[in-house]
């Protein structure tokens, strides 16, 4: 989430003048590929065969979640999940989707790859956290601060390491041990059964909210936890970011099972306005670019090679990130 691009942080890593080349770009797609591929297989577990959806056993039907109407429109289908579009505020969402029980059933037996690509992708974790953190510290200073759904760390390491007071929430058993033997204070339990004894100066939220069905619920919820100037900030992907909506069903943003809600801008803004929060900073981050300019080539977006595409010279990561098109969203909010 940068305006403009992700910051060069070591001269040996996958970047080069703030951008990460396209041969450690393809590598690092792969990478992910590869790690993902027995979740893929974890998934499809729970597909009906005759149908090629999501078994109804395991799902319902929903209002939007942000302005619960109940009209919507079927965009497209992916990994046996449906994809639709709000009547009313335009929110992208998946209906029907998984019940609370079997939902926590397919998290409980899921393998996480996340600590495994956070090895991987080291320089490019530490980018995007430094940038969000320091967007934090712009409204509030360092003191305690909580990581909803931590994995191994990664993102607490750095904090550590600006004078913040650590916290961690993860319930994957084994990226929580990871995690605790860095020396944070992490908790093995969802938040609703976790109590913190003092008032939180931060609460993040990496890539967390868009697996919460409700999300204005869950936001309003958080405000207890915080000191009286305490923030939360998010990190989430951008519906209306240029990827999504050129490869829209092709785009590794839709999941089709963990990603149930997907919002815009102007969506999210509505959540935490109902919420009761004030957004205070606002920016995209990773523009996507090599992606877009090779599916533009009539090339694979994630897999395939770019062969200069020099028409496509005017798209830069900074025309991306000035009309908020960046594949995702960090924002800071404090409660009203």
Same mark, same amino acid.
């Given at each position: 989430?940068?305006?403009?691009?992700?910051?060069?942080?070591?001269?040996?890593?996958?970047?080069?003048?703030?951008?990460?080349?396209?041969t450690?770009?393809?590598?690092?797609?792969?990478?992910?590929?590869?790690?993902?591929?027995?979740? =893929?297989?974890?998934?499809?577990?729970?597909? =009906?065969?005759?149908?090629?959806?999501?078994? &109804?056993?395991? /799902?319902?039907?929903?209002?939007?979640?942000?302005?619960?109407?109940?009209?919507? *429109?079927?965009?497209?289908?992916?990994?046996?999940?449906?994809?639709?579009?709000c #009547?009313?505020? #335009?929110?992208?969402?998946? @209906?029907?989707?998984?019940?609370?029980?079997?939902?926590?059933?397919?998290?409980?037996?899921?393998?996480?790859?996340?600590?495994?690509?956070?090895?991987?992708?080291?320089?490019?974790?530490?980018?995007?956290?430094?940038?969000?953190?320091?967007?934090?510290?712009?409204?509030?200073?360092?003191?305690?601060?909580?990581?909803?759904?931590?994995?191994?760390?990664?993102?607490? =390491?750095?904090?550590?390491?600006? #004078?913040?007071? /650590?916290?961690?929430?993860? !319930? @994957?058993?084994?990226?929580?041990?990871?995690?605790? &033997?860095?020396?944070h204070?992490? *908790?093995? /339990?969802?938040?609703?059964?976790?109590?913190?004894?003092?008032?939180?100066?931060?609460?993040?939220?990496? $890539?967390?909210?868009?697996?919460?069905?409700?999300?204005?619920?869950?936001?309003?919820?958080?405000?207890?936890?915080?000191?009286?100037? #305490?923030?939360?900030?998010l990190?989430i992907?951008?519906?209306?970011?240029?990827?999504?909506?050129?490869?829209?069903?092709?785009?590794?943003?839709?999941?089709?099972?963990?990603?149930? @809600?997907?919002?815009?801008?102007?969506?999210?803004?509505?959540?935490?306005?109902?919420?009761?929060?004030d957004?205070?900073h606002?920016e995209?981050v990773?523009?996507?670019?090599?992606? !877009?300019?090779?599916?533009? =080539?009539?090339?694979?977006?994630?897999?395939?090679?770019?062969?200069?595409?020099?028409?496509?010279?005017?798209?830069?990561? $900074?025309?991306?990130?000035e009309? *908020?098109?960046?594949?995702?969203?960090?924002?800071?909010?404090?409660? *009203?």
């Amino acid at each position: 989430m940068i305006v403009g691009r992700i910051r060069r942080t070591r001269k040996d890593g996958p970047m080069e003048n703030g951008k990460i080349r396209e041969t450690d770009a393809k590598q690092l797609h792969e990478g992910r590929r590869r790690s993902y591929e027995t979740v =893929d297989a974890y998934r499809r577990s729970f597909i =009906d065969p005759s149908t090629g959806l999501i078994a &109804g056993k395991y /799902t319902e039907h929903r209002a939007c979640p942000v302005c619960e109407a109940t009209s919507d *429109r079927r965009i497209f289908v992916k990994n046996g999940g449906t994809y639709v579009k709000c #009547g009313a505020c #335009g929110m992208i969402y998946l @209906n029907p989707v998984f019940k609370d029980d079997a939902l926590r059933t397919y998290y409980e037996n899921n393998t996480s790859a996340q600590a495994t690509a956070h090895a991987s992708e080291s320089e490019f974790y530490r980018s995007i956290y430094s940038r969000g953190l320091s967007s934090i510290g712009k409204f509030v200073r360092a003191g305690s601060i909580l990581d909803i759904g931590c994995s191994s760390g990664f993102f607490l =390491d750095i904090a550590k390491e600006k #004078g913040w007071r /650590t916290i961690g929430i993860e !319930l @994957n058993r084994a990226e929580f041990l990871i995690a605790c &033997g860095k020396g944070h204070d992490v *908790r093995n /339990t969802a938040i609703e059964e976790t109590r913190f004894g003092a008032k939180l100066s931060a609460i993040a939220m990496w $890539d967390v909210l868009e697996h919460i069905k409700s999300g204005g619920r869950y936001l309003r919820n958080l405000k207890s936890l915080l000191d009286t100037d #305490g923030v939360v900030f998010l990190q989430i992907p951008s519906a209306s970011s240029l990827a999504a909506r050129a490869l829209q069903e092709r785009c590794n943003m839709f999941d089709g099972v963990e990603h149930v @809600n997907l919002y815009t801008p102007g969506t999210i803004s509505v959540l935490c306005e109902k919420a009761g929060y004030d957004i205070l900073h606002f920016e995209t981050v990773i523009d996507e670019l090599q992606v !877009l300019k090779k599916y533009l =080539d009539y090339e694979d977006p994630y897999f395939g090679d770019l062969h200069g595409a020099t028409d496509l010279a005017f798209l830069t990561g $900074d025309l991306i990130h000035e009309f *908020r098109l960046g594949y995702k969203m960090q924002i800071v909010i404090r409660p *009203r």
